[in-house]
């Protein structure tokens, strides 16, 4: 079983739905990371959080909203859904408060919107 | 300017040659850096870490220069499969250790 485990996989959605991506994760870590991967641009920040309680926008929040809710659990919301949030995204995962940790990541979740 | 910048790609090699990525960043205060592979649209994986001024790990070299604000990945003797997606963060301490990425180097080593 993998460490970082994204839910859906893949998913359609049409303009204007709301939609929710899972992300859970059995490594303990502290720090959980959403990004967006789109051709070209690499990954972007969307949002980040280093415990449950604390909750950071990253480069490109708009239009996103995310839930801690446990240690092990992050989820991301597009509350209504726009075609150009067509992307994949991923989730990830780090310890410590030094920074001096590597990432680890879960499968991804390839979104399209219609 | 944009927080990490890296070579664009693609970078076609033939096996066998040495190839060069570099990776600039704005943040003077980034303590960590790392280098990931990532496999056609699949998850990044961790390559190399580097915490002083360069960091090696068999046909890989990692190379920091902080006064030039610049990290280079170099591969030597390429292999097939080492053509990929290669992506650096750097990490800044001061912000818990937040992970910018680049927007990668592409790969591509030919038979």
């Known amino acids: 079983d993998a460490d970082v485990t994204q839910t859906p996989r893949n998913r359609i959605t049409k303009t204007g739905k709301r939609i929710m991506l899972e992300c859970s994760q059995t490594?303990?870590?502290?720090?959980m990371y959403w990004y967006r991967q789109d051709p070209g641009l690499g990954l972007r920040l969307i949002y980040y959080?280093?415990?449950?309680?604390?909750?950071n926008k990253g480069e490109i929040s708009d239009g996103y909203s995310v839930s801690r809710q446990a240690q092990a659990k992050f989820s991301l919301s597009l509350e209504s859904a726009i075609p150009n949030q067509t992307a994949l995204y991923f989730c990830a995962t780090s310890m410590g408060a030094s920074g001096n940790t590597e990432a680890f990541f879960g499968q991804g979740t390839r979104l399209t919107v219609v | 300017r944009k927080e990490v910048e890296q070579d664009p790609g693609p970078f076609n090699v033939p096996e066998g040659a040495t190839v060069a990525f570099n990776c600039t960043y704005s943040?003077?205060?980034?303590?960590?850096f790392f280098w990931y592979r990532q496999d056609c649209r699949k998850e990044p994986k961790l390559l190399m870490s580097?915490?002083?001024s360069g960091n090696e790990d068999g046909r890989f070299t990692a190379q920091l220069n902080r006064a030039s604000q610049y990290i280079s990945l170099l591969i030597r003797d390429s292999k097939l499969s080492d053509s990929a997606t290669y992506l650096c963060?750097?990490?800044?301490?001061?912000?818990?250790?937040?992970?910018?990425f680049g927007q990668g180097t592409e790969l591509s080593v030919k038979p």
């Open positions: 943040n003077s205060a980034s303590q960590s």
């Open positions: 580097v915490y002083s």
């Open positions: 959080s280093f415990d449950v309680k604390d909750i």
């Open positions: 490594k303990g870590h502290d720090r």
């Open positions: 963060a750097p990490s800044q301490r001061e912000q818990g250790g937040k992970l910018i």
